[in-house]
């Protein structure tokens, strides 16, 4: 089992929908986890972190399973400037200075 | 505010040539510091870490190396690259208690 998987999409989806994103890990130790979102070409920056069993800020809200060992991003009302890659990333804890990055979700908003 | 430059933003390199990048951070002191690699259609690999002047973990056995001359500069380097090193190179800051991980703009490198 791959440490974080994604499902790559592409997703593409008209302006104004609501489009959710899973993303499951394998590290049951795993103590903090992040939403990136990577445009084309671009470095990835951080959308969201998630600690508790989830967050929300404005139209994205990130929700933790820890039983089920996933997570999900929700986007509501989706904008064109929401067409990007999104990368859910898991920390191990236990002290690793290493994150684990998936390999992300398209998501394209079409007008 | 604590950024990250990193230079060159491109470059296209021929085979068996060497390599040096270089990642700088402003505001901010002692930082943990970290080089990924993003091939084309491929997650992030971690390739080094660095958590002070002279400390380097290697993650990834391969024909790369890096080195911290300085407390806020960070440089990838090879002696000879392969066409397999070709990628998206990223450095990336450690902020926080909980590991957020903030990048730099990126070189884009391509070996020929």
């Known amino acids: 089992r791959k440490e974080v998987e994604q499902d790559p999409g592409p997703f593409n989806v008209p302006e104004g929908a609501t489009v959710a994103f899973n993303c499951t890990y394998s590290?049951?130790?795993?103590?903090?986890f992040f939403w990136y979102r990577q445009d084309c070409r671009k470095e990835p920056k951080l959308l969201m972190s998630?600690?508790?069993s989830g967050n929300e800020d404005g139209r994205f809200t990130a929700q933790l399973n820890r039983a089920s060992q996933y997570i999900s991003l929700l986007i509501r009302d989706s904008k064109l400037s929401d067409s990007a890659t999104y990368l859910c990333?898991?920390?191990?804890?236990?002290?690793?200075?290493?994150?684990?990055f998936g390999k992300g979700t398209k998501l394209s908003v079409i007008p | 505010s604590q950024t990250i430059h990193q230079w060159p933003a491109t470059l296209v390199q021929p085979v068996g040539s060497p390599l040096s990048l270089e990642c700088t951070v402003e505001g901010t002191s002692n930082p943990n510091l970290y080089w990924y690699r993003q091939a084309a259609g491929r997650g992030l690999q971690l390739l080094f870490y660095s958590v002070g002047i002279g400390q380097i973990s290697s993650e990834v056995p391969q024909n790369l190396s890096a080195s911290r001359p300085q407390d806020r500069q960070f440089i990838l380097s090879s002696k000879k690259l392969l066409l397999s090193d070709s990628g998206f190179y990223l450095c990336a800051r450690h902020v926080g208690s909980y590991n957020e991980q903030f990048f730099g703009p990126g070189t884009r490198l391509t070996v020929l």
């Open positions: 990333v898991v920390d191990p804890g236990a002290g690793s200075y290493q994150l684990t």
């Open positions: 590290n049951s130790a795993s103590q903090s």
């Open positions: 998630v600690y508790s």
